[in-house]
C-alpha cells in the first residue's frame, strides 16, 4: 500500500518541480523529432509517409514499453527506473547526431521511445508517496502543464534558434539537457533516503488484484477512449507544424510563431482541467464527455473555416489541442492515482498510456499517408470520428457502472 510520506512542503515542491523537469526534458527529446523531420526528409530524400513510418513506429515502441515497464514500475524503486530512463534517452539523442541512414535514425528512434515510456509512470508513482489522494489534482496538473513547457521549447524556442542549423544540431541540446536532469536524479537519490525506504516497505501489487479492477470497475472500455484521445494528441504533437506551414503557404517565420498557440492553449486547457477537477472530484471521468464534446465541434468548426479563414483552423487546433491536453491530464495521471491504495498506479498508467500510443501510432501513419499526397483537410475529420469515439467509450463505461449501482441498491433493499 502506498502511503505518502507526510513531508515538508519545501520537499514536496522541490520534487514536484524535479518530475515537471524531468518530463519537460523527456519531451524536448522527443519533440526535437516533430520539429527536425521536414530537414531529416529533405536530407535523405524521404516523404512525409517515411517520416510518419519512423513516427509510428516510436509510438509502437512507446506503446510496448507502457505494458512492459508499467507493471515493472511497481515493483522497482522509481527513483533507479528514472535514472536508467534519462540516461537512455539522451544517449538515444546523442547517437541521432551521428546518425547517417534513414534506417539508422528509425531504429535509433524506436530505442528512444522504449526509454521514454519509463518517465510518465515513474514520476507520477513517485509523487504518490509525497502527496495524499487529496492533492491528486496538484500531481495531474504539475505534470501536465511540463508538456506545455516542452511544446514552447522544442517548436518555438529550438525551431527558431535551428531554423538555418542542420537537423543534428535538434538532437544534440537535449542530449545536453538530459545528462543534467541525470545529474540532479543521483543527486535526489543520496538525498532522499527516506523515500527509498518507504517504497522497499510497500506492498508489491497483487496481479490478480489488477485484473479485478480493470474488469470490475469497467477500465477496459477507458482503454478504448486512451486510444482515441491519443489519435488527436499525439496527432498535434507530431504533424502541426507540417499542417501549420501547409495552411499558411509554407510561411516558416509565421508558422513559427502561431505554434505558440498550441502550447497556450494546451496551459488554457489544462488550467481548465485542474479547476473542474477541484470541484468535481467525485466524477473525474465523466468531464471527459463533455470536454471530448467540445473537441468534436471545434473539429467541425475546422472543417468549415479550412477554405475561409486559415487563420480561424489555426486557432481552433490551438483549442483541440487545449482540451484533450485536458483529457489526457484525467485519463494518464487524475485516474490512475484514485488506485495508489492498490499499489497499481504505475501498471494502470502503463496500460492507459499503452493505448493511447497505438492511437498514436495510427495517427502516425495514416496521416502521414494523407499528408504526403497534401490531404491535410481529412486531419479534422480524423480528430472529429475520434472525439466521439472517445466520449462514446466513457459513456459506456458510466452507464454500465450506474446500473450495477442501481442493482446493488435493490439487493441490499431486497435483503
Known sequence: MEEPLQPTQNRKRITLALCILT??????????????????GADFGAGTATMGTVGALFFIAYALGQLINGFIGDTVSPVRFLIIATLGTGMMNLLMFFADRIWLIALIWVMNGYFQSIFWAACNRILSYYYGAGEHHVISMGMSLSMVASYLLSWVVLGKLLLTATWQSYFLIPALVAAVVLALWFCFGRLEKSVAATIRKAVPPDRRTLGAVVRGEGLWLICFSCLF??????????????????????????????????????????????????R????ADCLLIPLM????LLAVGILLLKNISPYGAVFLTAAISGLVMGCNSILMSYLPLS?????????????????AYVGAAISGYVL????????????PLFWLIAALGGACFVALRRRILCRREQRTGEGSQGG
Open 368 to 379: 502521414g499517408i494523407f499528408l504526403d499526397h497534401s490531404h491535410w483537410q481529412i486531419i
Open 339 to 355: 488506485y495508489a491504495s492498490q499499489n497499481i498506479v504505475s501498471s494502470l498508467i502503463g496500460i492507459f498510456d499503452s493505448c
Open 23 to 40: 518530463y519537460v526534458m523527456a519531451y524536448l527529446c522527443r519533440l526535437n523529432f516533430s520539429s527536425a523531420v521536414l530537414k531529416i
Open 280 to 283: 468535481l472530484t467525485r466524477i
Open 229 to 278: 484521445v491519443g489519435i488527436i494528441k499525439e496527432g498535434i504533437g507530431l504533424w502541426a507544424p507540417v499542417i501549420f506551414l501547409s495552411v499558411l503557404g509554407n510561411d516558416i517565420d509565421q508558422s513559427l510563431l502561431l505554434l505558440v498557440l498550441i502550447p497556450l492553449g494546451n496551459f488554457g486547457g489544462i488550467l481548465l482541467t485542474g479547476e473542474l477537477l477541484k
Open 293 to 296: 464534446g467540445v473537441i468534436a
